[in-house]
Nanobody
């Protein structure tokens, strides 16, 4: 059974930082690509950042230079460091996993339950 469990969300003031974590089980973590998506109120879910099994990363234009995705294969965990947060970063952040990169960035096979991030202005 695949489980992706996010943590680290919360309420932060604009300009602040948060670090999200996603612990994975039930998959061969080192062989899977990982991503963070988010969904703001009234909007569609969007890809925030992805990291391939061998460390290649990509980011949404809106978060480039502020967010960093990383992974620790020894801990089966992927992280999202979010700096200089803005009100428009508010939303539910979801961890996702897939062993096919193109599917990860469109319709991942596995999802976490999400963690709320709220940025007050």
């Amino acid at each position: 059974q695949v489980q992706l469990v996010e943590s680290g969300g919360g309420l932060v003031q604009a300009g602040g930082s948060l670090r999200l974590s996603c612990a994975a089980s039930g998959i061969i973590f080192s062989s899977n690509h990982m991503a963070w998506y988010r969904q703001a109120p009234g909007k569609q879910r969007e890809l925030v950042a992805g990291i391939s099994h061998n460390g290649y990363t990509n980011y949404a234009n809106s978060v480039k230079g502020r967010f960093t995705i990383s992974r620790d294969n020894a801990k089966n965990t992927v992280y999202l460091q979010m700096n200089n947060l803005k009100a428009e970063d508010t939303g539910v952040y979801y961890c996702a996993s897939d062993d096919i990169w193109s599917r990860l960035t469109t319709s991942p096979r596995y999802w976490g339950q999400g963690t709320q991030v709220t940025v007050s202005s």
